[in-house]
């Protein structure tokens, strides 16, 4: 299956991929993990970097900005069994970028070059990937120099969303480069950005002739995308969505997964947000997110939905209803004099 499930921090949590996982097949990608953490054994990120015994592939995203840092932590997991690692060098968020990492280390094509090498040494035949965005802003922009690098430094694959770090996801994004980095590349590429359904997926895929489909926020509150993603690329009618007494069902078993990984104080506090998005669009609804997002149990999250008829249909509107992310643009902050020079200092 040609399906990513985009990293998402504080989403794609153990729990949250082994529920689409029962909606079908893709490579479900967990949130971001610090390279460093790994290293230093930190008790939290080896939580976040934990699996359900059952999952496979075991696929990682990982951040980190030094090659020594990055080969140790790639070693460690490869040894732990992880099958797929990827490398986030997209992050637009200020922690990162403005101590070089994230979206700001593609700029420096030594450094990436480096960084890319270590992550190899250290995993040589684990299944390794880059996701990045098309540059800082729209006057340095990365990507034709990242992909190139990527496979010259033997990467398997290149997620590209397409936007730049200064749009964060403003406005729509832009998959001409994506079309233009798979022609380039003997490599995989796969694109990212804006695709809400079963058929923006496949319809990107015929107008890019990219490799693959990375789901970010079109999977927020709607992990039966997968299936109806499967669906279609199996060449079938994507099965219709489920009404509001089927999607209780799958709250309940989220929630469920959330309190077995997380226990009974943590489990609630991460379903608060879910539950949130699981009610967006439905009629009558707005009154009771101000109440989701304060929920201490998952009766409690349940019972506020109690309103809502079983058979209350999924409503299209709710579709491509805006979930986490708002529009609005930034400055990307970087170190002293980042944009000089292209190379390494
Ligand atoms: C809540 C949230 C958390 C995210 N966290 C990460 C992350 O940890 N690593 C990453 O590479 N991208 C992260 N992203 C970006 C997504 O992976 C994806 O590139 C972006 O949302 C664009 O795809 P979309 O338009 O399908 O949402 C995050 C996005 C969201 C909405």
């Not at 990242?146 to 403003?170: C, K, N, P, S, W």
């Not at 832009?174 to 694109?191: H, N, T």
């Not at 015929?206 to 990375?214: D, N, Y």
């Not at 069902?249 to 226990?263: D, T």
Request: aromatic share 6%; hydrophobic share 40%; glycine share 8%.
């Amino acid at each position: 299956m040609p399906v990513v499930l985009a990293p998402m921090a504080g989403v794609t949590n153990a729990p949250y991929r082994a529920l689409c996982r029962s909606f079908g097949q893709a490579l479900y990608v967990s949130e971001m993990i610090s390279a460093r953490g790994v290293l230093e054994n930190n008790k939290k990120t080896l939580h976040l970097a934990s699996f359900f015994p059952d999952e496979h592939p075991k696929s990682l995203q990982l951040f980190a900005k030094e090659p020594q840092v990055l080969e140790k932590a790639a070693r460690i997991l490869t040894d732990q069994g992880i099958e797929h690692l990827d490398l986030n060098l997209g992050c637009p968020v200020r922690k990162l970028t403005a101590t070089g990492g994230g979206s700001a280390l593609p700029y420096k094509q030594r450094r990436l070059k480096r960084l890319l090498a270590a992550f190899r040494r250290g995993a040589p035949q684990q299944n390794l990937s880059i996701k990045i965005r098309l540059g800082i802003d729209e006057d340095h922009l990365t990507w034709r120099e990242t992909g190139r690098i990527a496979q010259e430094e033997g990467m398997d694959a290149v997620a590209l969303h397409g936007r730049t770090a200064a749009q964060l996801y403003d406005g729509e994004a832009d998959w001409d480069p994506i079309a233009e980095l798979s022609a380039s590349l003997r490599i995989p590429v796969l694109g990212n950005g804006d695709l809400f359904d079963a058929s923006d997926a496949l319809l990107r895929m015929r107008q890019t002739g990219c490799a693959g489909v990375v789901i970010g926020r079109g999977c927020l509150g709607r992990p039966w995308l997968f299936r109806e993603l499967e669906a279609l690329f199996s060449g079938h009618s994507p099965p219709p969505p489920p009404n509001f007494g089927e999607i209780k069902a799958i709250i309940r078993r989220h929630g469920e997964l959330l309190l077995q990984f997380f226990g009974p104080e943590l489990g609630p506090r991460h379903l608060r947000k879910f539950a949130a998005w699981y009610t967006k669009g439905f009629p009558g609804t707005n009154h009771i997110r101000d109440q989701l997002v304060r929920i201490k149990s998952l009766e409690e999250c349940l019972a506020l939905m109690e309103h809502i008829p079983d058979d209350c249909p999924f409503p299209p509107r709710a579709i491509r209803a805006k979930r986490c992310k708002k529009g609005g643009r930034q400055r990307v902050a970087l170190p002293p004099g980042w944009l000089d020079s292209r190379e390494c200092e």
